[in-house]
């Protein structure tokens, strides 16, 4: 009876623990309004207005350790001293890519998500989710109705958050 106790304790310590693990992850649990598992092609998932988007800043490319607003990569970016993560997108990586073609296109989405922020006023919008586990605010960047990061994934320069990974190797 003492090891069925025991047994059935460790199961349930392993579940809670399993729970807390996945709801830190932040593969798992994107907050609603972000992309589901839809077929390739479909369009990115409308983006309830905020009201006006008001905030606006001059961007540049992050270079140095002090990052006040600037682009890091395709889906992070600093604003105003906060390190905001798009929460609705999964952009090619730079800083450790898998292949030169992965660097090449996380370079473009880079550039045109600077481009994208500097091109007039936007609204972040948080889920239910404030941050991730590396301290970043998770945040849907929007113009009017349209996700920026849903541009980039029109675009071909990021894939919409949730999809099975893409292969920015493929052409290597």
Not at 142 to 163: N, P, Y
Request: glycine letters at 12%; hydrophobic letters at 35%.
């Amino acid at each position: 009876m003492t090891e069925r106790i025991a047994l059935f304790g460790t199961a349930f310590a392993i579940a809670v623990l399993a729970t807390f693990w996945i709801a830190g992850d932040d593969q798992f649990g994107r907050p609603p309004g972000g992309p589901s598992r839809s077929a390739p092609g479909q369009e990115m998932p409308a983006v309830k207005r905020s009201g006006s988007d008001r905030m606006t800043a001059q961007f540049a490319l992050c270079d140095g350790p002090v990052r006040r607003t600037c682009v890091v990569d395709g889906d992070t970016f600093w604003f105003k001293g906060d390190k905001i993560r798009i929460s609705d997108i999964d952009a090619p990586e730079i800083s450790s890519p898998r292949c030169g073609d992965e660097k090449i296109v996380g370079e473009i989405a880079r550039d045109r998500l600077l481009e994208l922020l500097n091109a007039g006023g936007f609204s972040l919008l948080a889920g239910w989710r404030d941050t991730d586990r590396y301290g970043r605010k998770l945040r849907t960047v929007t113009r009017g109705d349209r996700s920026l990061g849903g541009i980039l994934v029109e675009e071909g320069l990021a894939q919409r958050w949730g999809e099975p990974r893409r292969d920015w190797c493929a052409h290597d």
